[in-house]
Nanobody, 116 residues
C-alpha cells in the first residue's frame, strides 16, 4: 500500500501547479481522499477532500476558489490544482486515503514553494 505525491516545485506568486497522488497496492476508488499541507513550524492543515464517487468536495476557507481537488479512479490517482498561489501556500502537501478498512494511508509529501 503506497501513496506517492508529485508535481510540487517553486512557483512565483500568482502561478499554478498541479499536484498528483498516485496509489498502488489498493483501489483508490474506494477511499475518501484528502490533501493536507504542513508549513514549517505549523501543524498539519486539511486543504481539501473528495468523496468516493467524487460528488462532494470541500475546501479550507483559505484556498476556496483557488484550489480544485479531483480524482481519476481508473488511473488510481487524485489531483490538486493550485491556482493564484500565494507565499502563504508554501508548505509540504500530503495526500491521505481514508480506506474502508478504517485505516488511513499517507504519502510522503511534495514541497510547494511560492516565492519571487
Amino acid at each position: 500500500v503506497q501513496l506517492v505525491e508529485s508535481g510540487g516545485g517553486l512557483v512565483q506568486p500568482g502561478g499554478s501547479l498541479r499536484l498528483s497522488c498516485a496509489a498502488s497496492g489498493f483501489p483508490l476508488g474506494s477511499s475518501v481522499m484528502s490533501w493536507y499541507r504542513q508549513a514549517p513550524g505549523k501543524g498539519r492543515e486539511l486543504v481539501a477532500f473528495i468523496t468516493v464517487g467524487g460528488g462532494t468536495t470541500d475546501y479550507a476557507e483559505s484556498v476556496k476558489g483557488r484550489f480544485t481537488i479531483s480524482r481519476d479512479n481508473a488511473k488510481n490517482t487524485v489531483y490538486l490544482q493550485l491556482n493564484s498561489l500565494k507565499p502563504e501556500d508554501t508548505a509540504v502537501y500530503l495526500c491521505k486515503a481514508s480506506r474502508p478498512t478504517g485505516r488511513d494511508s499517507w504519502g510522503q509529501g511534495t514541497q510547494v514553494t511560492v516565492s519571487l
